[in-house]
């Protein structure tokens, strides 16, 4: 290998400077920005996050410009043209993006920026050469991006490496007090400029030499034969073998199923991308059956993709991921038809996704518009079904107003509408999906009360609770709200309920004897009865529904599990808050009036057999002269 001279190196950083400029200078500005940013440790102004977004964007952008400029040999007035074009562009992107932290924001606008970041890389790779028939060019052009790319990446990461190492060194022996912080901006330094100039000083001025069999890169040649390919294989089987459990055994397809097909596909549409020129030579016929053969595999493959996401799709409705899933899917499956064909125009594969991605990022039928549509119909269709929703409107709505410390309240008591647990899920689900990624502005409108006014008053009110637009949303319509982790590690066979008292609620002691704080349960350690602790209560090993009391000279059962039964039946499951008077339980003996002021309490509920897992309170007692 032949080292490149210093005159060399410094000839390609000033050519490089001068061919892609705004890619550069857009280099300098990310880096820039991105050390100001973690020297700020904590920076809450959204703004200047999405003004990083935007400057590291405008890297392939201009990249794309310039070397379209080179390649189609534009004039100075139309390159200017095109960098403004590019400004606006950028421009449009950075007012996307939410400028402050609210309850308001959504994913969408950068879900919306990856999508055009990937598009603007895809256009990088087959943009130049649009509508010439060099297909040899054209990957020639891409396999010295690729190198390329992967060499700024290695030699950026000794650096990185090595730069650390010396200070870390420093730091130790001369006990320098370097902050982490400065390895941080060591690494945006080293990968936003050095990284950029590097990558950018070897491109090429021209792909059009055609590549013989010895030019083709030997290491390349070899990680592709003796590493992608046989992994290629492994991974196929895989999932030929479990396709055909699935026809065996009739089990439905698991959902991880999709993402793997996916990964495999994109895989091998690599490899064989990265084996093109073998195609073209006499030498390497079994690679032209490889490539033909493994399209024709894969769509078996591709089939079994759809049939899991169509489960996904019919049991839980469309969403942005399912989207892009089924985009994929469709893909792949385009790709797949088109090369089984025997066609063989490698610039079909960063076109037709770059379009597909495009063209899916707006308008009604893009993965936006019509997953937000899709969800809202679902909840409609629930929410009428069981009487919830009625012309467009919330029955029997709860309604709320702002308590001293600016958090919400109920105004009298909140009393959940029973309904199918399923379906509670699902409202639960669809509400907190819409929040994240479409916002909740057409579903305030059903409500009396003006939801988003309130949330909005609470935020400004720096209230001490956060409010959660969902989860109010679902207490206003009088159901349960269950937060996401319950749900997804919910089961038909076990279920478990947390209740919390009222944390500022009056215990009223007057006509009792006794009081002591009570923690039990299976959590809770042992508790042992003190000298000046007359009183001691536990669970009973034998029947976890049942409480002992037990005293110097005597016991008493008491009996819980009607109890725990009425929670379970008024509560179901979930983490919820209760009024403290609902946590209240009282017996009677000959000698005793106890008092159970329970703070907290968590059941269990395994296929019918209740446990009382922790009961957290005051225990209360009144001993009863006999007459």
Not at 124 to 131: M, T
Not at 279 to 288: F, G, L
Not at 380 to 399: G, S
Request: aromatic share 14%; charged share 20%; with cysteine.
């Amino acid at each position: 290998m032949k080292f490149p001279s210093i005159t060399k190196l410094q000839q390609d950083g000033t050519n490089a400077a001068f061919r892609f400029p705004l890619s550069l200078l857009f280099g300098f500005l990310a880096t820039g920005l991105g050390c100001w940013i973690i020297e700020m440790e904590r920076v809450e102004d959204l703004r200047m996050l999405n003004l990083l977004l935007t400057f590291t964007l405008g890297i392939p952008l201009y990249f794309c410009i310039d070397i379209l400029s080179e390649r189609k040999e534009f004039k100075a007035l139309q390159r200017q043209f095109a960098w403004i074009i590019g400004l606006l562009f950028l421009g449009l992107i950075y007012f996307s993006f939410p400028s402050e932290e609210t309850f308001t924001n959504t994913k969408v606008p950068y879900i919306r920026y990856s999508i055009f970041n990937l598009a603007i890389h895809l256009m990088v790779a087959f943009l130049p050469y649009f509508g010439s028939e060099n297909q040899e060019g054209f990957w020639n052009y891409n396999k010295n991006l690729f190198i390329r790319l992967v060499q700024g990446i290695y030699y950026s990461g000794v650096i990185f490496t090595g730069v650390s190492l010396a200070l870390l060194a420093i730091n130790t022996l001369f006990e320098v007090n370097i902050q982490g912080e400065t390895y941080a901006q060591i690494f945006a330094i080293t990968f936003g400029i050095f990284n950029t100039w590097f990558f950018l000083a070897g491109i090429p001025e021209t792909f059009e030499n055609t590549l013989t069999l010895d030019e083709y890169p030997k290491g390349l040649k070899v990680f592709t034969q003796f590493i992608l390919i046989p992994l290629l294989l492994i991974y196929l089987c895989i999932l030929y073998f479990y396709g055909a459990k699935i026809i065996i055994s009739g089990d439905w397809p698991k959902g991880i199923v999709s993402y793997m097909i996916i990964a495999i596909s994109v895989l091998g549409i690599f490899t064989n991308l990265l084996l093109y020129p073998y195609q073209q030579w006499k030498e390497s016929d079994w690679i032209k059956r490889f490539h033909k053969g493994y399209y024709i595999f894969l769509i078996p493959l591709i089939v079994l993709l759809f049939f899991a996401i169509g489960i996904r799709l019919q049991d839980y409705g469309l969403t942005v991921n399912r989207y892009i899933i089924t985009l994929m899917g469709i893909w792949l499956g385009f790709i797949s038809i088109y090369y089984s064909l025997g066609k063989k125009n490698i610039k079909i594969i960063p076109f037709s996704l770059a379009i597909f991605m495009i063209l899916s990022s707006f308008g009604p039928w893009g993965m936006f518009g019509l997953s937000e549509l899709m969800q809202r119909k679902r909840l409609i269709r629930i929410l009428t079904e069981n009487n919830i929703l009625t012309n467009d409107k919330i029955q029997n709505e709860v309604k709320w107003i702002i308590g001293e410390r600016g958090s919400l309240k109920p105004i009298g008591e909140l009393r959940t509408k029973s309904l199918p647990i399923g379906e509670l899920y699902e409202v639960n689900s669809i509400l907190e999906y819409l929040e994240d990624y479409h916002g909740l502005e057409k579903v305030y409108p059903w409500f009396e009360q003006d939801i988003e006014t309130l949330i909005k008053k609470t935020e400004d009110s720096l209230a001490i609770s956060f409010t959660n637009p969902s989860k109010l949303l679902v207490e206003s319509m009088n159901l349960t709200y269950v937060p996401y982790y319950e749900r997804l590690n919910s089961s038909d066979k076990y279920k478990e309920l947390t209740l919390m008292g009222e944390s500022d609620f009056q215990l009223t002691i007057s006509g009792f004897d006794y009081m002591r704080h009570i923690s039990v349960g299976q959590w809770s350690t042992h508790q042992k009865a003190f000298s000046d602790r007359k009183y001691h209560l536990e669970v009973d090993k034998d029947n976890k529904t049942n409480l002992i009391l037990k005293w110097a000279d005597g016991s008493m059962s008491i009996d819980i599990s009607t109890y725990l039964k009425g929670l379970l039946n008024s509560y179901t499951n979930g983490y919820q808050n209760v009024p403290s008077e609902e946590l209240i339980i009282s017996r009677k003996k000959e000698s005793l009036e106890i008092k159970i002021q329970i703070s907290s309490i968590t059941v269990a509920n395994a296929e019918g057999k209740l446990t009382l897992q922790n009961l957290d309170g005051f225990l209360l007692i009144r001993e009863i002269e006999k007459e």
